[in-house]
């Protein structure tokens, strides 16, 4: 590039550079981040493809280690996961590989009873039989599978587990 000094990373580079050293970002997500600062299309796309060659930059790694740290330490589900991934720009295939590279280190029916024992003490006043739809709920809403959050709460509150039977979650479009 003329102007460019010898031996200095063009500005977006660095720019990424800092970025990545405050927290990890999707290929996309910096890419969005640098072309809305002003840095020219090709001088971003150079410095995403030096992040990339130099393993600083990776959809897979990212996936993993994102899904990872949100279903162990935000108590989030597999579709509210999936779901904040792909807004993040990355691609199915990661997704999905980086959602099963988190549960087979973290156990997401620990996290689902975990979640549902803090919920249960939190709502004390309310009585079992509306607590436990209400859970439901609420573990839906968190990305959890209707089949292991019925699963779950059956196991943990057996006592009140007729509460549960007719919940199912509404299809695409009914009811909205």
């Known amino acids: ?50 992040l990339v060659r130099e393993r600083c930059l990776d959809d897979s790694g990212y996936a993993a280690r994102f899904a990872r740290s949100r279903l162990a330490h935000h108590g989030l589900g597999r579709t509210r996961i999936r779901q904040a991934l792909r807004q993040r720009g990355v691609g199915r295939r990661e997704v999905e590989a980086g959602l099963r590279s988190a549960l087979a280190e ?34 839906l809403r968190r990305g959890f599978a209707p089949a292991l959050v019925k699963e779950r709460l059956a196991e943990l509150w057996p006592r009140w587990s007729d509460a549960l039977e007719g919940l199912e979650p509404l299809e695409e479009g009914e009811g909205r």
């Open 1 to 50: 590039m003329p102007g460019r000094q010898a031996g200095v990373p063009p500005a977006a580079y660095r720019r990424a550079i800092l970025r990545l050293a405050r927290r990890d970002h999707s290929q996309a997500e910096l890419r969005r981040a640098l072309l809305e600062r002003g840095y020219p299309q090709d001088e971003v796309d150079e410095a995403i493809a030096r």
């Open 106 to 139: 973290v156990d997401e029916k620990a996290v689902v009873d975990s979640l549902a024992r803090r919920y249960w003490k939190a709502h004390a006043r309310v009585e079992p039989e509306k607590r436990l739809p209400r859970l439901w709920a609420f573990l």
